[in-house]
């Protein structure tokens, strides 16, 4: 009887794993809703962070706070 070698085995199963096979599934009824909430967060986090981005940018190229807006800043 011939051994069977690691390669072989490895070569088997890498085959086996890669035939598609059906899956029965079906699109869930709540799935329209959880793209949307998706959709909405990304939104969401992409605004803020352009915000913050945009605040440091013009703060790096703008001009320099004056001493009235620094006393504000610093009282509280």
Do not use: C, H
């Amino acid at each position: 009887m011939k051994a069977v070698r690691a390669s072989e085995v490895i070569a088997f199963a890498a085959m086996i794993t890669l035939i598609p096979q059906p899956a029965f599934a079906y699109i869930d009824p709540g799935l329209g809703s959880l793209i949307f909430q998706g959709a909405i967060a990304a939104f969401v986090t992409v605004a803020a962070a352009w915000a913050g981005l945009k605040t440091k940018i013009i703060a790096f190229f703008g001009k320099a706070p004056s001493n009235r807006d620094a006393d504000e800043n610093a009282s509280g």
